[in-house]
């Protein structure tokens, strides 16, 4: 963070007019770090590449900013400028020297120093390719002393507008955080926390963000960091992992400190102490395993902090197990427990006895955190055809046009389409020049035609699905008297049918299948589809959506050795 | 009168106008046989009241489901921004404050009663729909101007203020609100989430995000997979970046819906007895029942499928059983409309075919002699309908306590850990948290049947007598007897303890007895349930005399003499229970087809109109190109009153001969339904040049190979339409000899003929063409090139109408071409 410092020094004393800083792991960070080092230094100006998509969202953004004015809705929401300031660039350069001219107060006629820091400049290139050179300019355009920082995670080169339009910046590279700018950061954190608490409440209960708590607290970041540096090295992101699960850790500490209090009744003064160092490594060995099970989850934010936290608070017998209930009387409740505990410590060693122990606490957190429980895999939430379609469109997708026919033709002649296919094989075999052909599951669901669908549908549901093809029920012979006695008739009525169509549709609705072609189209090509990404194009859910209906999935692949 | 040869004009309207229209009749199609003079009316009252009854119940029980998830959903909105303390210290260290997003699966393909009724409960909430994002300005502008709407306000912009999409009105806006009127918190809710563009709803969420938690935003997500929103694979993680992930919290909440639900339903609408002092009209008979769970087993377990299916069958049941007016005539029926009441319709001098085949009816059915005189008289006859429809009704409840007895029985069964009457009455011994990998374990293993079990039971039983069908049902009941047989002291006494009380609780809510009155003749032989409880509980004391014995038989071994009096009493206590439950079972379960009347309020085993709801299109086309006269022919019973007049002798003896005449017609429908018509003239059907062009066309399109030649299409489309010619010049020959007598019946055979329609909406008028038509082939060169003209339009515009029906695709490469598209079954 040596180098931020030097840009706010540098910002301060003498701006260069353009600082471009690249950071690809946290950019937030460092734009977090980077407004809270120029606090009262520097009138600083945040903007986000994002947020404003559009010139006069930058403007007014940048000039309410600078201005430091609120627009209030009961004046109408008026921007700072009197003048129309937003419609172009000369009107924003006019008013931002106007507004540069009504900063500088006092004998000096000086102004503060200002920048403008914009985050994700990228997305300005992209929806205003003609303001980022002009914006590179600033300082010589409007002919004031202010800088323009921009961070972002891509680089200046991929940036830059085109013919030199703009100049060169002052290229900042931040490294990539080690540990203990991680760590240093956590620790921050905890003391802002412990700030803020204080000032919020004024109970004297130990709370996790006690200062008391720090040295443990750090214990505690190393581990945490330890397990994951390995993934990620966003401070954000490890800050995120720790706060889930630190007040679960100290947890354990608090409960007993608040026992202590309570069975003491009149000695209130019984002083908050920080955790002994044994307690400490009983915790740490208590709450380790747990910490990867929350980089897996909450890294790719398949629950949320909360919810994880919740649904990983330890309960009193596991914490007994591992003598971390340190009250008497909680330990009268758990003593049986904790005989079969000491049996099987007896009875075992050691080293088996953790992993089961380890094991037993991942059942339990499986069962207890939500989002496993409540995932419904395709086969029970899908009707039965909509499996069938799922199906065929992953074979649809998978497999070229021209081995349908090798795949499911069934005609009078077997022979000759063995032979057909043999040779294929031994054509295969032969080395081939040219470039290397990309398995098919390396490029992804191919698009296809809805006929192929329906057709590829047919020939999977006559000889998969009994229900169709005998027509067991009473209701399968139509209205009309129709009787199939071609084989194969019988399905081809059923394939047709309305809600084949309908169940297309709906799978279309909910992402499963995705139509590749315009809506409006009547004519022309026909209907476009392909498996949609996740679930429908992994070979696994498919797979076990096949098997669950009786259909020979690895059969029906033409390429089985590239699906793995 | 449109100039068709002003070359100025690329284009004509020519409207179409129907030539030798009848004036439509006023609509009786609901006119039946045997039917009461005002017999429609009456159905369709009889049919309203009985479906609205039955949406109602639907209903309710749907919106029941609900609710809990509705109060949830509501729950977790309004806490979003006052946690408790454990969440406080987790949030309070992360890197940024987080979106509150509740993410709920199903709701969109749900009833839309589910997001109304949470949209109900809340306030302040801006609605986003897919078609308002189509990029980040209109998106945000609706989102700010939702929420200004909200309170009233609205916003224009203009230069000197801050632009409509700024997210910074907002923000001005939600400060100036009142501190005591302010909202708590602001919805914004996501309709349809998987047909938003990801790429705007990623920016709208990350400027959204920039603004928590001082603008206090709730996202609330209605996806409409049912998938959980948060297992990897899920919808949201598959689609958006981790980026936009990590600025929300989202927790989910799935809908309830699927076929667990579907079933539920079923079985507490017309199952359960809890509502039965509120009986719905109709009872849905097996095949109507069977179809549903075929249907949402297969393709769509939906309530709004299950109401379709229901509805449909409702209408078909009134609209084809004359005899159902009799539900809205008889006054005790809970149809509601009671106006009229059946003496004084019956004697109405319209309604005596409605009595006679009433008298006729209750005479059969009841199948004696005895009762002849009783429906002789008109009060012997409302009584005796009257006796029916009561017989009837416990009837249908008997089968209901039947399905319940067994259920119950099954379910104390493996309660206690057995297998109970087998795998296809559900295993209920799954402990709750594995519900979900033995769902999954269920479906996979045997996925042929795996949901609607229950459902199926009940279908079996109502099915028990029916010759068709499976003995599964006589098997459950004749296995039941053996496991009661079998059953240990201590498990008889339990479950007696169980039976009773739910009999009891059935007997105070019914208020009447349950007679099985299955004996022939006789009007009610009770076994009511008050005799049955009695009954139950002598022998539930005696289980009790028993199970104290027997205990004492394990603390000591005193009395030899009296346990073994207690072993026998048990025993006889074991067979005397099975034996009952045996009988009981069977005489509840008398089918109930064998009361008479059954078919005014049971649907029985008619086969549900599945083509309505289900239809195959292809092969509709199909049929409808190849035998265009199957489904443009009139009903039969118009036919009679058609005179044969002109037409009798055209019948001809041979088959070149247009021989399409009504009578014919009749034969060929009949025999021909079934067989694929592949070719002309061969066979017995009708000539080709009697089919619409359209239909000629496409005949011959199912003789060429992959690839059709367009031109030799025309010369074969010319050639047909040659003989068609020469036909009808040789028809009008002879019409003008056979003089004006037989013109003056219009011909039905002119007005069906889709060739002569098709001809007339090609030309501007009726008479230019006709005028033409009559004039022999070669009588000027001028006719002779309008016929070509003619023929030419005709075809181009039948080739039209095939390629708009998806049947020809054209190719780049040969210009001459077109591409077959659908191949025969037979190819």
């Given at each position: 963070m040596n180098s931020l410092n030097e840009v706010v020094s540098l910002v301060e004393l003498f701006p260069p007019p353009f600082i471009f800083i690249n950071d690809p792991i946290s950019p937030k960070y460092t734009i977090q770090y980077l407004i809270s080092a120029s606090e009262d230094k520097i009138r600083l100006v945040h903007i986000d590449g994002t947020s404003c998509f559009t010139p006069r969202l930058l403007y007014d953004t940048i000039l309410n900013g600078l201005s430091q004015h609120r627009p209030s809705w009961d004046e109408g929401c008026r921007n700072w400028s009197q003048e129309t300031a937003n419609d172009s660039m000369d009107s924003f350069l006019r008013a931002l020297k106007a507004l540069y001219a009504s900063l500088c107060t006092g004998s000096s006629n000086k102004g503060p120093r200002v920048a403008l820091v914009i985050e994700k400049p990228e997305r300005l290139k992209e929806r205003m390719p003609d303001i980022l050179a002009p914006f590179t300019r600033l300082a010589e355009l409007s002919n004031l002393e202010l800088s323009v920082v921009m961070v972002s995670e891509a680089r200046w080169e991929d940036i830059r507008p085109p013919f030199g339009s703009a100049i060169d910046p002052y290229y900042v590279d931040i490294p990539v955080p080690t540990k203990e700018v991680i760590i240093e950061h956590l620790i921050k954190t905890f003391e802002r926390c412990s700030r803020d608490f204080n000032l919020g409440s004024t109970s004297t209960t130990p709370h996790p963000y006690d200062s008391v708590l720090l040295q443990t607290y750090k214990h505690f970041i190393y581990i945490v960091v330890d397990v994951c540096y390995l993934y990620t090295n966003d401070p954000h992101e490890i800050q995120y992992i720790a706060a889930a699960r630190w007040p679960g850790f100290i947890n354990p500490v608090l409960d007993a400190h608040s026992m202590n209090v309570e069975a003491a009744e009149d000695d209130n003064d019984i002083e908050f102490e920080r955790p002994s160092t044994e307690l400490l490594l009983r915790l740490t060995r208590h709450f380790k395993p747990s910490l990867s099970l929350a980089l897996e989850q909450l890294y790719p934010r398949l629950t949320n902090a909360a919810d994880w936290a919740r649904a990983n608070e330890s309960d009193a017998s596991s914490l007994a197990r591992d003598g971390l209930i340190l009250s008497d009387t909680v330990m009268d409740d758990v003593e049986e427990e904790e005989d079969t505990v000491n049996e099987m410590l007896f009875s075992s060693p050691s080293r088996p006895r953790s992993s089961k122990r380890i094991q037993e606490q991942k059942v339990a957190q499986d069962l207890s955190s939500s989002d496993i429980k409540d995932t419904l895999p395709l086969s029970v939430s899908l009707p039965r055809l909509s499996q069938f379609i799922l199906v065929a469109a992953y074979i649809a997708s998978m497999n070229p046009p021209k081995t349908d026919l090798r795949l499911f033709g069934r005609g009078t002649d077997e022979k000759k389409r063995r032979r057909r296919a043999t040779k294929r094989q031994m054509a295969n075999a032969k080395p081939k020049s040219g470039p290397a052909k990309i398995p098919q599951r390396f490029s992804g669901p191919s698009p296809f035609p809805l006929e192929r669908l329906i057709a590829i549908l047919g020939a999977l549901v006559e000889e998969n699905d009994p229900i169709a093809s005998e027509g067991?029920?009473?209701?399968?012979?139509?209205a009309d008297g129709l009787d199939f006695r071609i084989p194969g008739e019988r399905t081809d009525y059923e394939v047709t049918r309305v809600g084949v169509y309908a169940s297309i549709a709906q799978l279309t609705s909910l992402r499963l299948l995705v139509k590749t072609t315009s809506s409006d189209k009547l004519d022309g090509l026909s209907t476009m589809l392909k498996c949609g990404s996740g679930a429908p194009s992994s070979y696994e859910t498919i797979l076990s959506l096949a098997k669950g209906l009786g259909v020979p999935l690895p059969d029906l692949i033409w390429d089985t050795a590239a699906m793995g | 009168m449109i100039n068709l040869d002003d070359v100025n004009e690329t284009a004509y309207y020519i409207p179409y106008r129907e030539q030798?229209?009848?004036?439509?009749?006023?609509?009786?199609?609901?006119r039946l046989a045997f039917d009461l003079p005002n017999g429609p009316e009456l159905r369709w009252n009889a049919y309203k009241s009985a479906w609205v009854k039955c949406l109602d119940r639907v209903q309710t029980l749907v919106h029941e489901l609900y609710e809990p998830v509705v109060a949830e959903v509501v729950e977790k909105i309004e806490s979003a921004y006052n946690d408790d303390d454990q969440t406080d210290f987790t949030s309070l260290a992360l890197p940024h404050f987080e979106i509150p997003t509740i993410a709920v699966a199903n709701s969109s393909s749900a009833d839309p009663y589910f997001l109304s009724s949470v949209i109900f409960q809340l306030r302040s909430i801006a609605h986003l729909y897919p078609a308002d994002c189509v990029n980040l300005s209109t998106a945000m502008k609706s989102i700010i101007s939702g929420f200004l709407s909200t309170s009233g306000s609205s916003y224009r912009s203009s230069a000197k203020i801050l632009a409509a999409y700024d997210i910074n009105v907002l923000v001005a806006w939600y400060s100036a609100q009142k501190a005591d009127t302010r909202p708590q918190n602001l919805i914004l809710l996501l309709h349809d989430f998987e047909q938003f563009d990801p790429g705007v709803l990623q920016d709208v969420l990350y400027i959204c995000s920039q603004h928590v938690p001082s603008l206090p935003l709730v996202v609330l997500i209605s996806l409409s997979s049912p998938q959980s929103p948060l297992s990897p694979q899920s919808y949201l993680h598959v689609t958006y970046p981790r980026s936009t992930l990590k600025l929300m919290r989202i927790q989910s909440v799935i809908v309830p819906s699927g076929p667990r639900v579907l079933e539920e339903v079923i079985i507490k609408t017309f199952v359960d007895l809890s509502s039965v002092n509120d009986e719905l009209d109709i009872v849905p008979g097996p095949a109507v029942l069977e179809f549903l769970v075929e249907y949402a087993t297969r393709f769509n377990p939906s309530v709004h499928a299950l109401l379709n299916i229901l509805q449909l069958a409702h209408l078909k049941h009134f609209l084809t059983?004359?005899?159902?007016?009799l539900a809205s005539l008889v006054p005790h029926l809970p149809s509601g409309i009671n106006a009229l009441s059946l003496e004084p319709t019956l004697q109405e001098p319209g309604s005596t075919e409605f009595k006679e085949l009433l008298v006729q009816r209750l005479t059969s059915d009841r199948n004696?002699?005895?009762n002849s005189n009783s429906t002789s008289s008109l009060t012997a006859l409302t009584r005796a309908v009257h006796v029916a429809w009561s017989q009837f009704r416990t009837r249908t409840r008997s089968i209901r306590l039947a399905y319940l007895l067994l259920q119950g029985l099954h379910d104390f069964l493996s309660e206690k850990g057995y297998k109970g009457l087998g795998n296809h009455w559900g295993s209920t011994t799954v402990p709750a948290f594995m519900s979900t990998a033995a769902q999954t374990a269920a479906s996979t293993s045997s996925s042929r049947y795996p949901q609607y079990l229950r459902l199926q039971n009940y279908i079996n039983l109502l099915q028990l007598h029916a010759q068709t069908h499976s003995k599964q049902s006589a098997k459950d009941i004749t296995y039941a007897r053996t496991l009661l047989r079998k059953l240990r002291p201590e498990e008889l006494r339990a479950y007696l303890n169980t039976l009773i009380p739910k009999l009891q609780e059935l007997q105070n809510e019914l208020g009447v007895d349950i007679p099985t009155g299955g004996d022939e003749g006789e009007e009610r032989s009770n076994l009511n349930l008050a005799e049955v409880v009695r009954m139950l509980e002598e022998w539930r004391s005696e289980a009790e005399e028993v199970y104290r014995a027997y205990e004492t038989v394990e603390t000591g071994t005193r009395e030899r003499n009296m346990n073994q009096a207690a072993v026998e009493k048990f025993k006889l206590l074991n067979e005397n229970l099975a034996e009952w439950m045996y009988e009981y079972l069977g005489a509840l379960t008398t089918p109930i087809e064998s009361i008479p009347l059954w078919d005014v309020c049971y649907t029985g085993s008619a086969v549900f109109p599945s083509e309505t709801l289900n239809p195959s299109i292809r092969a509709s086309v199909i049929a409808g190109l190849l035998r265009p006269k199957d489904f443009a022919a009139e009903p039969p019973s118009r036919f009679s009153h058609v005179p044969a007049g002109g037409d009798g002798y055209e019948i001809a003896p041979h088959k070149a001969h247009a021989g399409q005449k009504d009578t014919q017609q009749d034969n060929f429908a009949e025999e021909e339904i079934g067989d694929e018509i592949t070719d002309d003239s061969e066979d017995d059907s009708d000539p080709l040049h009697t089919f619409p062009d359209t239909s000629v066309l496409f005949h011959r399109y199912l003789e060429s190979g992959k690839m059709i030649n367009v031109y030799d299409w025309f010369e074969s489309f010319h050639t047909v339409i040659g003989i068609q010619r020469r036909e009808t010049n040789a028809k009008d020959e002879v019409k003008k000899r056979k003089g004006k007598a037989v013109n003056g019946i219009v011909s039905p055979a002119k007005k069906k003929k889709g060739k002569e329609k098709a001809r007339d909406s090609d030309l501007d008028g009726d008479e230019e063409m006709k005028d033409h038509g009559e004039?022999?082939?070669?009588?000027?060169s001028n006719s002779e090139e309008r016929h070509q003209l003619l023929v030419q339009a005709r075809f181009i515009r039948a080739l039209h109408e095939l390629e708009f029906l998806g049947f020809i695709k054209h190719t780049?490469?040969?210009?001459?071409h077109v591409l077959r598209t659908v191949f025969d079954v037979g190819d």
């Open positions: 067991i029920s009473s209701q399968n012979v139509p | 030798n229209a009848e004036p439509p009749e006023p609509s009786h199609p609901l059983n004359p005899l159902t007016a004696d002699a005895d004039e022999p082939p070669d009588s000027s780049r490469r040969k210009p001459d």
